[in-house]
């Protein structure tokens, strides 16, 4: 069983219906959120912790920007993760994560996560075997353990199809003004697509769990990959307010 060969890869909104979507999506979210910092209802709701992942110029970014573009922000931390740095490379893999996850009443997005080790560090070989595969489990234990103490998880891979990422890494490379996101790791990892969709295949089968399941979401349109982003951190918001005895729409 394949998920990402079953995503549709042909859905499509047109602008004007994905734009009243969004704001819709957007305006939700706008009010779930300061229910969660207790700006409505008196009492702080559990952590939001928004994670993404996903292929070179699959849309990490936009997606990330609509979702918080119409919250204050004081109410919510981006936090984006490059490649670790010589000190965090002296810790556990997990422990540079740590600082920047949500307490109660607050929000985190995450650009980039903890899935780098079972991603990018086991194809490029910058973890052992031994590392990588003991990495599974150590994820899982976490997100167990932040779920069960009442954190929200979302996670998201946006998915697009080489073709489509391949317009858009020649569309960043003719725009002076966006070249510089364009990088020549960007090109050699669409070399090893196959070996990146095998850890994709094997890290969303082993780490998707009730308290922490994955969404793979239709990228290759910008518009509904938005909508369906928003949408969903607004789904499972109001499931955990509702799990509580809380009526997402009250006051």
């Known amino acids: ?36 910092g207790g700006q409505l209802g008196g009492e702080l709701g559990p952590p939001l912790c928004v994670l993404f992942e996903g292929w070179d110029a699959s849309g990490k970014g936009g997606a990330i920007k609509r979702l918080v573009e119409e919250l204050d922000p004081r109410h919510v931390r981006v936090a984006q ?51 990588w595969r003991r990495a599974y489990g150590e994820i899982v234990d976490l997100e167990t353990t932040l779920a069960a103490e009442g954190m929200v998880l979302v996670k998201f891979w946006m998915h697009v199809s080489p073709e489509e990422q391949l317009l858009r890494f020649e569309s960043r490379r003719d725009d002076p003004l966006r070249a510089w996101k364009l990088t020549d790791e960007d090109w050699r990892n669409r070399e090893k697509r196959d070996a990146y969709e095998a850890a994709v295949e094997e890290m969303l089968e082993r780490t998707d769990r009730p308290g922490a399941p994955w969404h793979v979401v239709a990228a290759d349109d910008k518009r509904t990959a938005r909508v369906f982003v928003v949408r969903t951190v607004c789904d499972a918001v109001e499931a955990a307010l509702r799990a509580r005895g809380v009526d997402p729409d009250g006051v």
């Open 81 to 131: 993760f490059a490649a670790p740095t010589h000190d965090e490379k002296r810790h556990h893999f997990l422990w540079r994560f740590w600082p920047v996850l949500p307490g109660w009443g607050g929000m985190a997005v995450l650009d980039r996560t903890w899935y780098g080790r079972v991603l990018v560090e086991r194809v490029e070989g910058f973890a052992s075997e031994d590392a």
């Open 1 to 36: 069983m394949s998920r990402l060969a079953d995503v549709d890869l042909s859905v499509h909104l047109g602008k004007k219906e994905a734009t009243q979507q969004l704001a819709e999506a957007q305006e939700r979210l706008v009010r779930l959120r300061l229910r969660l």
